[in-house]
């Protein structure tokens, strides 16, 4: 039995019980962690841009670490050089000086008050680092495959020394600050992954060759890290599959010997991971079914004695708990699901699963990051705002009856805040069924039915609350009339615009909503009008038919509404299901024949089309003359208030929840 | 209100040449204003070369998300010949790709192209002319080589700025012997 940080007794919890192998205790070298539960370290841009820790950077971690109830909550890796070239993030924390401990200690007291093991990460970042500097490092000067990242420098054989001095140093100072594990990033493009690659490391020194020689500055890290660590235990994250089969990365064979050989020089456990940045296959988005990965953490068990743990599409408990019954993982990691929810593992814990609000893997998170922003979250409005105030659910001064319009994702979020703060909110939606128009884009393909769980959630929420739903229950000017409630929310979500052209009025042309919800007659040759991401849902779905489809929309660029990292995914889906778009372009006439599409330079393009699907959203005005008549507080939220996606449905939700 | 087929398609390829020319001509307009702040000892011929070669090199960049290794050297030469032709056919060339008797080797043919003409109408000289394309194409496989760590190479067999009528090219792997 190795030391104990903290005692904790799961035993009492429903959670422990029913998944008994996630809140058994692991030995990391000499220290016990309480349960199998990991906090993954990831980068949140929310520190100074001279790399200082923040108030938010440790109110963000604090919350995550009280999620992990006694487990392994590891802080955002920091970069090591005062130059600056390992720094892969603007709002990255550093460790390169003395001056940078005593916020590092800010974090590492922040995990420890919530009596869970504190972790802190090594990165340089590599050929994907330099954000504030002119050229990055890596072992060989080959060039990324996206623009955004700087020139790559060839280390030299001082260079290479200097970084493992820096890494030796860094680690005396996070020791310093009171971590308790240590953990280097050797992953998705970052230093130490750049020199293990046959993609990234063409030297012909003893820092290349084979991939013993690729490991070579690996293994000399991890072996002056462990001098420093001492009793404390050091983990890696290296790649199990590069997945750059494309450009001559390495086999999957290739990153098994890399985990022998980080086992063998001193590492205590290690995090499976795979894909590169520059990999040109997905990995962590919701196309990609949960539990996809598991088999690279059961291929490293074969490998290695040390424990074995990862994240990865690993969404819900009993995944892992299976998979660690079975011998295939031992920790769980975590890093996207507890973005979305920082509580997700303690409410497994609790026996409150309903109210674990799910990520939907859209990656917005990253391309955030990517774009020098700080982190935020799709459907967790209080994600990097945990500091302030505002955010927090306060019960009301004054109790209010609320009428809430429409119950999709923005009117249940705003019901249940609202009720949450006391309030009396009743919920009205024309249709039997909870969820809006997400009940229908649940429907489309590549994983959109995860979308879902966020009415599950809310619906939860609701009914803890304490929240009147009225089905089946259309709101009419007489029913507010009726009513008097003091506040009315209308989140009646939006309305599907015609254009003004000849044929819009065509049986030919149906919604949607219909479409997705199978009411629709559908031809052949289907047109979807509008080019955002209700359109692309709906092109998709119809193309896995064997439609042909093509979309036209007003917007210059295809998918405005979703975040470019989730974007990607979509496109190549539309071209691999051959689904043609005109971006740009306006409808001059639908007839039984087809369409005529005009550019928006005036040229014309007849398309064949039997079908005409309208996506075009506009903002829904429905019923706030009858609220302001009465003189009733009116607030107007989601699509109903402009059309834009799930994520600022929840967040409109939310806000007005906290202010009503 | 029909759409006439013909009306469509002719305003589009009038459009489409008159863009191939715009570049033609912004190309050679900005030579000349570097010609002018460099002075009367700048070579013409330097800075179009070099002008090229930075294109081509960022162009190679532009196109590395296309690059790979997965049907093996082969299907990346391929891969490679295709982004020459789509990038002269956009400028208003007609090219052609055959496969080699060797084994990686392709042979790619510009059996017409406009900027010799352009080259000339601007007062440019033909050797200035074939060195920009040339660098263009070697910066651009440069780019590529070294992202992918291979060793294409690129010769020109025959030039149309040479008199030769077309420009035949062959883009080989030196270590297929």
């Given at each position: 039995m190795g030391?104990l940080?903290?005692?904790w007794?799961?035993?009492?919890?429903?959670?422990?019980?029913?998944?008994?192998?996630?809140?058994?205790?692991?030995?990391?070298g000499?220290?016990?962690i309480?349960?199998?539960?990991?906090?993954?370290a990831?980068?949140?841009?929310?520190?100074?841009?001279?790399?200082?820790?923040?108030?938010?950077g440790?109110?963000y971690l604090k919350?995550r670490?009280?999620?992990?109830?006694g487990?392994?909550?590891?802080?955002?890796?920091?970069y090591?050089d005062?130059?600056?070239?390992g720094?892969?993030?603007?709002?990255?924390?550093?460790?390169?000086?003395?001056?940078f401990i005593?916020g590092?200690?800010?974090?590492?007291?922040?995990i420890?008050?919530?009596?869970?093991v504190?972790?802190?990460q090594?990165?340089h970042?590599?050929?994907?680092?330099?954000i504030?500097?002119?050229?990055?490092?890596g072992?060989?000067?080959v060039?990324q495959?996206l623009r955004?990242?700087?020139p790559?420098?060839?280390?030299?054989?001082a260079?290479?020394?200097q970084?493992?001095k820096?890494?030796?140093?860094?680690?005396?100072r996070l020791l310093?600050?009171?971590f308790?594990?240590?953990?280097?990033?050797?992953i998705?493009?970052?230093l130490l992954?750049n020199?293990?690659?046959?993609?990234?490391?063409?030297r012909?020194?003893e820092?290349g060759g084979?991939?013993?020689?690729?490991m070579?500055?690996?293994?000399?890290?991890?072996?002056?890290?462990?001098k420093v660590?001492?009793?404390?235990?050091?983990?890696?994250?290296?790649?199990a599959?590069?997945?750059?089969?494309?450009?001559?990365?390495?086999t999957?064979?290739?990153?098994?010997i890399?985990?022998?050989m980080a086992e063998?020089?001193?590492?205590?456990v290690?995090?499976?991971t795979?894909?590169?940045?520059?990999s040109?296959?997905?990995?962590?988005?919701r196309?990609?079914?949960?539990?996809?990965?598991?088999h690279?953490?059961?291929r490293?068990?074969q490998?290695l004695t040390i424990p074995v743990s990862?994240a990865?599409?690993?969404?819900?408990p009993d995944?892992?708990?299976?998979a660690?019954?079975?011998?295939?993982l031992?920790i769980?990691?975590?890093?996207r699901?507890m973005i979305?929810?920082?509580?997700?593992?303690?409410?497994?814990?609790?026996?409150k699963?309903?109210e674990?609000?799910?990520?939907?893997?859209?990656?917005?998170?990253?391309?955030?990051?990517?774009?020098?922003?700080?982190?935020?979250?799709?459907?967790?409005p209080v994600?990097a705002?945990?500091?302030?105030?505002?955010?927090?659910?306060?019960?009301?001064?004054?109790t209010k009856?609320?009428?809430?319009?429409g119950a999709?994702?923005?009117?249940l979020?705003c019901?249940?805040?609202?009720?949450e703060?006391?309030?009396?909110?009743h919920?009205?939606?024309?249709?039997?069924?909870?969820?809006?128009?997400i009940?229908?884009?649940s429907?489309?393909p590549y994983g959109?039915?995860?979308?879902?769980g966020?009415?599950r959630?809310?619906k939860?929420?609701?009914?803890?609350?304490g929240v009147e739903?009225?089905?089946g229950t259309?709101?009419?000017p007489?029913?507010i009339?009726?009513?008097l409630?003091d506040?009315?929310?209308?989140?009646?979500?939006?309305r599907?615009s015609?254009?003004?052209?000849?044929?819009?009025?065509?049986?030919?042309v149906?919604?949607?909503?219909?479409?997705?919800s199978g009411?629709?007659?559908?031809?052949?040759n289907?047109?979807?009008?509008?080019?955002?991401?209700p359109?692309?849902g709906v092109?998709?779905f119809l193309?896995?038919?064997?439609?042909?489809v093509?979309?036209?929309?007003?917007?210059?660029k295809?998918?405005?509404d979703?975040n470019?990292?989730?974007?990607?995914?979509?496109?190549?889906?539309?071209r691999?299901n051959?689904?043609?778009?005109?971006?740009?372009?306006?409808i001059?006439?639908?007839t039984?024949?087809?369409?005529t599409?005009v550019?928006?330079?005036g040229h014309?393009?007849?398309?064949?089309?039997?079908?005409?699907?309208?996506?075009?959203?506009?903002?829904n005005?429905?019923?706030?003359?009858v609220?302001?008549?009465?003189?009733?507080?009116?607030?107007?939220?989601g699509?109903?208030?402009?059309?834009?996606?799930?994520?600022?449905?929840v967040?409109?939700?939310?806000?007005i929840?906290i202010?009503? | 209100?029909?759409?006439?087929?013909?009306?469509e398609?002719?305003?589009?390829w009038?459009?489409?040449?008159?863009?191939?020319?715009?570049t033609?001509?912004t190309?050679?307009q900005?030579r000349q204003?570097l010609?002018?702040?460099a002075?009367?000892?700048?070579d013409p011929?330097d800075i179009s070369?070099r002008a090229?070669g930075i294109i081509?090199?960022?162009?190679g960049?532009?196109?590395?998300?296309r690059?790979?290794l997965?049907k093996?050297?082969?299907?990346?030469?391929?891969n490679?010949?295709?982004?020459?032709q789509?990038?002269?056919?956009?400028n208003g060339a007609v090219?052609d790709?055959?496969?080699?008797?060797?084994?990686n080797?392709l042979?790619?043919t510009w059996k017409?192209?406009p900027?010799?003409?352009?080259a000339k109408e601007?007062g440019?000289?033909?050797?200035e002319?074939?060195?920009?394309?040339?660098?263009y194409?070697?910066e651009?496989?440069?780019?590529?080589?070294?992202f992918?760590?291979?060793?294409?190479?690129?010769e020109t067999?025959?030039?149309?700025p040479?008199?030769?009528?077309?420009c035949?090219?062959?883009?080989?792997?030196?270590e297929?012997?």
């Amino acid at each position: 039995m190795g030391k104990l940080l903290f005692e904790w007794d799961y035993s009492s919890y429903p959670g422990a019980q029913k998944y008994p192998h996630l809140f058994k205790s692991i030995q990391l070298g000499n220290l016990t962690i309480p349960n199998r539960i990991k906090y993954a370290a990831t980068e949140d841009n929310l520190n100074g841009r001279d790399g200082f820790v923040t108030d938010s950077g440790v109110a963000y971690l604090k919350e995550r670490a009280k999620g992990v109830v006694g487990g392994l909550c590891t802080m955002q890796g920091v970069y090591l050089d005062e130059a600056r070239r390992g720094q892969g993030y603007v709002g990255q924390a550093a460790a390169w000086d003395d001056k940078f401990i005593p916020g590092l200690t800010r974090l590492a007291d922040a995990i420890h008050e919530q009596k869970a093991v504190a972790g802190c990460q090594l990165m340089h970042c590599g050929r994907v680092g330099a954000i504030e500097a002119d050229y990055c490092q890596g072992p060989s000067p080959v060039p990324q495959r996206l623009r955004i990242f700087r020139p790559v420098q060839e280390m030299t054989k001082a260079d290479i020394k200097q970084c493992l001095k820096e890494h030796v140093e860094a680690t005396e100072r996070l020791l310093k600050a009171g971590f308790d594990f240590v953990e280097i990033s050797g992953i998705v493009g970052y230093l130490l992954s750049n020199f293990v690659s046959s993609y990234t490391n063409r030297r012909s020194d003893e820092y290349g060759g084979d991939i013993r020689g690729r490991m070579r500055f690996v293994v000399e890290c991890i072996q002056e890290v462990k001098k420093v660590c001492g009793d404390v235990p050091l983990g890696i994250r290296l790649c199990a599959e590069e997945l750059l089969d494309d450009v001559s990365g390495n086999t999957p064979e290739e990153s098994m010997i890399t985990y022998e050989m980080a086992e063998e020089a001193g590492v205590d456990v290690m995090s499976v991971t795979a894909g590169w940045q520059e990999s040109i296959y997905p990995v962590i988005s919701r196309d990609i079914p949960m539990g996809s990965w598991l088999h690279l953490a059961e291929r490293a068990k074969q490998h290695l004695t040390i424990p074995v743990s990862m994240a990865y599409r690993l969404f819900t408990p009993d995944l892992p708990n299976k998979a660690i019954e079975e011998g295939k993982l031992d920790i769980w990691e975590m890093c996207r699901p507890m973005i979305a929810d920082p509580l997700m593992p303690k409410k497994v814990l609790e026996g409150k699963e309903e109210e674990i609000r799910p990520c939907v893997a859209c990656n917005v998170c990253l391309a955030r990051l990517f774009r020098d922003a700080p982190m935020t979250c799709y459907i967790n409005p209080v994600c990097a705002h945990e500091w302030d105030p505002k955010y927090e659910i306060k019960p009301a001064e004054m109790t209010k009856n609320v009428m809430i319009v429409g119950a999709g994702p923005a009117g249940l979020e705003c019901a249940w805040v609202a009720a949450e703060r006391g309030h009396e909110v009743h919920v009205y939606d024309k249709r039997q069924e909870l969820g809006g128009t997400i009940i229908e884009a649940s429907k489309a393909p590549y994983g959109d039915d995860e979308l879902y769980g966020q009415i599950r959630f809310a619906k939860t929420m609701c009914e803890k609350n304490g929240v009147e739903f009225h089905l089946g229950t259309e709101v009419t000017p007489e029913v507010i009339e009726e009513e008097l409630p003091d506040s009315v929310v209308l989140a009646t979500g939006p309305r599907y615009s015609k254009g003004t052209a000849p044929g819009f009025d065509r049986q030919n042309v149906v919604s949607v909503l219909e479409v997705l919800s199978g009411t629709a007659q559908v031809g052949d040759n289907v047109v979807v009008w509008g080019n955002m991401k209700p359109g692309i849902g709906v092109a998709l779905f119809l193309a896995k038919q064997g439609k042909r489809v093509t979309v036209v929309g007003r917007e210059k660029k295809l998918g405005k509404d979703v975040n470019p990292s989730f974007l990607w995914r979509y496109v190549g889906y539309l071209r691999q299901n051959k689904v043609t778009t005109y971006n740009d372009c306006d409808i001059e006439e639908i007839t039984d024949e087809g369409v005529t599409v005009v550019t928006y330079d005036g040229h014309r393009i007849p398309v064949k089309a039997d079908t005409f699907v309208l996506t075009e959203r506009e903002a829904n005005p429905a019923l706030k003359d009858v609220v302001q008549e009465n003189g009733i507080e009116l607030f107007v939220i989601g699509d109903a208030l402009v059309p834009r996606n799930l994520s600022s449905a929840v967040h409109d939700g939310y806000r007005i929840g906290i202010r009503i | 209100m029909a759409v006439d087929p013909e009306k469509e398609i002719s305003g589009l390829w009038r459009a489409l040449q008159g863009s191939q020319e715009s570049t033609r001509r912004t190309f050679y307009q900005m030579r000349q204003a570097l010609l002018e702040v460099a002075g009367p000892d700048a070579d013409p011929l330097d800075i179009s070369v070099r002008a090229w070669g930075i294109i081509g090199k960022d162009m190679g960049k532009a196109y590395l998300p296309r690059m790979n290794l997965l049907k093996g050297i082969e299907g990346l030469m391929m891969n490679v010949a295709r982004a020459y032709q789509g990038l002269w056919t956009t400028n208003g060339a007609v090219v052609d790709i055959e496969k080699g008797q060797k084994p990686n080797e392709l042979f790619i043919t510009w059996k017409r192209c406009p900027w010799p003409t352009s080259a000339k109408e601007h007062g440019a000289s033909m050797k200035e002319d074939l060195q920009g394309c040339d660098t263009y194409l070697r910066e651009f496989l440069e780019e590529v080589n070294a992202f992918l760590g291979t060793n294409l190479k690129i010769e020109t067999l025959k030039s149309i700025p040479s008199g030769d009528g077309v420009c035949l090219r062959r883009l080989y792997n030196p270590e297929d012997k």
